[in-house]
């Protein structure tokens, strides 16, 4: 089983071109299953090529005071239960959406070119891959923070758009990262009180952590919650030392978001799903071992058939 790599494109090529290596590539990250015992003879049978677990084992049978020969016509499909259960395209195909997928550089006019599949079939695979980075994010967050360090905090208004002459309202994100660390939230709110920001900042940030936020005033009561804070706007903080209070990594963060949110066509319905992959990209900065962790996060969420 694979516990760390880190493919480029070159290597996934290689993979692709070969119906084995895919098999291999999938069997070392979880999402497939190599072998299962069948449950009525016992033996292990392999996947096949065609992706079944068929036993074709020659069991004896007590016959009264005889033996028979009987082949053992177990039979199951190793795609149940996993990523590929159903899908009508090739393995090695969805393998190289997912690669593209993660690596987000490539649009879906120049990923229907290289894999002949039509844009709605990939926005269909897309979509899928989504709900993955999404559960990713729901199971593997953890809290920021903690005594001695230090979280910026800020919030920021994302896909706001004119629409036939009317405005319409963007989602409110309440952001934090933490200094030194790989670790950051991102939350839509729906509004921006107090109240509800502060909460945000209890479920995410531990006790003891230095808050550094941009303004004084939604979070001016936060010390009372057991933290520390400070503000850009107090003239007495320094810019350049420890306790800097610049927001300039929370700022680098939004302007993820906003090369994560499409220029056009921003779905309401997929802006969770723009901030996981900023999640994800954040924490597994390198394309290549994010491909693994991608791989990884697919078999938690598809767990394939044992
Ligand atoms: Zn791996
Ligand atoms: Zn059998």
């Not at 229907?112 to 599949?117: H, V």
């Not at 350049?240 to 993820?256: C, P, Q």
Request: charged content about 30%; proline content about 2%; some cysteine.
């Amino acid at each position: 089983m694979c516990t760390g790599c880190s493919v480029n494109l070159f290597q996934l090529f290689e993979i692709v071109s070969d119906e084995k290596k895919v098999r291999d590539y999938l069997f070392d990250h979880h999402l497939l299953t190599k072998t299962v015992n069948c449950t009525s003879c016992g033996s292990v049978i392999e996947l096949n090529s065609k992706y079944q677990f068929r036993c074709n084992k020659v069991v004896r049978l007590k016959h009264g005071k005889a033996y028979r020969k009987r082949v053992c016509k177990f039979r199951v499909t190793g795609l149940k239960d996993t990523f590929f259960e159903r899908s009508k395209i090739s393995l090695k195909d969805i393998l190289y959406l997912m690669y593209l997928f993660i690596d987000n550089r490539t649009t879906i006019k120049t990923a229907s070119f290289e894999t002949k599949l039509s844009p709605a079939t990939i926005i269909d695979w897309y979509s899928f891959m989504r709900d993955i980075i999404i559960n990713y994010c729901e199971t593997k967050s953890s809290k920021l923070g903690g005594p001695g360090t230090v979280v910026e905090v800020d919030e920021a208004e994302f896909g706001q758009r004119k629409c036939d002459k009317a405005e319409v309202r963007g989602n409110w994100v309440l952001g934090g990262i933490e200094r030194g660390g790989k670790k950051i939230f991102l939350v839509t709110v729906g509004d921006r009180s107090e109240e509800t920001l502060i909460e945000v900042i209890k479920d995410w940030i531990l006790e003891g952590t230095t808050i550094v936020s941009d303004r004084q005033s939604s979070f001016r009561n936060i010390s009372l919650e057991g933290y520390f804070h400070q503000t850009g706007d107090n003239p007495q903080n320094s810019k350049d030392s420890e306790s800097s209070t610049n927001t300039n990594n929370i700022k680098r963060l939004w302007r993820d978001v906003r090369n994560e949110i499409p220029k056009f066509g921003v779905r309401e319905e997929h802006f969770e799903s723009y901030l996981a992959k900023v999640f994800f990209r954040k924490i597994f900065p390198d394309q290549g071992e994010r491909f693994h962790h991608f791989m990884l996060a697919t078999a938690a969420l598809y767990p394939p058939y044992k």
